[in-house]
């Protein structure tokens, strides 16, 4: 990792959602002489147990906060002498987007304005970092051939991918009108242990264990690629230490199922690991009505961080699956 980065203090934002916390928990355990500051909201969608492990770190410190603070933001900034910031924090859930859009133009657009401007305002113009996590839900929707990248347009087509977009622009209008060191990265859907029980996956194996219907949406024929949750966290790492200023990175795990698939692999997964005297698992899937503007195809060329930086994504999509229902067999189980 670049040295001025490393020994400096670390603004996360988000850090204890699914993406942020994971995140955390590996810089913390790669880096472990590195100062983090995680300012994270404490909605519905973060939980303070997936941070809980980091209670006792000297290196880490936990901000309950809004990131459209100014006030805030700000103190943090100065209390912690901030260098380098690595924003997660998001409203994310496409469902709830349709549904109460303003929360969504509030933070992810509002925050991330409040976040550059307090970093500008605090860096003067010296090269620290600030490194803003997005998604590739803001390039709208592919037909069956082709992939997202770097050079695609943005088709936004929620209100979430649409605020998630406005926030990229923004990143990318402080780098090229102030000059600040700025890097985008675009993920396509992360999987793994912490994501909250609302999303694809963990819905699957809820429904499943507890006998209710599992609902996949239309005819389950949306596709996504997959990336497992640690693989993201390496390739922000890299991004973070490594990524060329002002440049967007994009980051798949080459894993594209539909969703009817996934729901039949987790069912197929369960059947071994908690066999029911029902049946199978798969006799709850349960064809549901479409969600609005269902995006059919999303899918990332991640050739440009592969060549430049070095990263790929390791884990393979049928042991990072398992690991997955594993985690969260332990987590309802235990309820």
């Known amino acids: 990792m670049t040295s001025h980065l490393l020994n ?8 204890a959602g699914f993406i942020g916390s994971n995140f955390i928990c590996y810089f913390l355990g790669k880096y472990p002489k ?24 000297r290196n880490y410190t936990f901000v309950e906060g809004d ?13 912690h002498s901030i260098r380098g910031v690595i924003h997660f924090a998001a409203e994310s859930h496409v469902d709830n987007s349709i549904s109460s859009p303003k929360q969504f133009v509030k933070t992810n657009i509002e925050g991330t304005f409040t976040l550059l401007e307090v970093a500008r305002k605090f860096w003067n113009g010296k090269n620290y970092r600030f490194h803003h996590i997005s998604t590739d839900e803001v390039y709208g929707s592919l037909g069956m051939d082709g992939f997202f990248t770097e050079s695609s347009s943005y088709q936004p ?15 990318r209008s402080y780098h090229h009108t102030y000059g600040m060191n700025v890097v985008t990265s675009n993920c396509s859907n992360n999987y793994g242990p ?29 596709v996504r690629d997959w990336l497992f949750v640690e693989d993201h966290c390496k390739g922000i790492d890299v991004i973070y230490s490594n990524g060329v200023a002002g440049e967007t990175y994009l980051l798949g795990g080459n894993n594209e199922f539909d969703n009817l698939t996934i ?6 997964i369960l059947d071994k690991k908690l066999p029911s005297n029902k049946g199978s698992y798969k006799d709850q899937i349960e064809f549901v ?42 987590k309802y189980q235990s309820k």
């Not at 990332?300 to 067999?329: P, R």
């Open 34 to 57: 590195t100062n983090v500051v995680n300012l994270d909201k404490l909605t519905y969608a973060g939980d303070i147990k997936n941070i809980a492990e980091l209670a006792k770190n």
């Open 67 to 79: 990131i459209c603070d100014i006030e805030l933001v700000s103190n943090l900034f100065h209390e």
């Open 194 to 222: 912490r994501q909250h029980d609302e999303k694809l996956i963990p819905t699957i194996i809820r429904s499943a264990i507890k006998g209710l219907r599992i609902p996949i949406y239309g005819n389950g024929k949306n």
């Open 289 to 330: 009505e479409d969600r609005l503007g269902h995006d059919f195809r999303y899918a990332i060329d991640a050739s440009k961080i592969k060549a430049e930086l070095g990263w790929n994504a390791l884990e393979s999509f049928d042991s990072g699956l398992e690991k997955t229902v594993d985690w969260y067999l332990k």
């Open 8 to 15: 400096n203090t670390i603004l996360i934002t988000g850090g």
């Open 263 to 268: 729901a039949d692999n987790i069912c197929e």
């Open 157 to 171: 087509n929620s209100p979430y991918s649409a605020s998630k977009a406005s926030s990229d622009f923004l990143v």
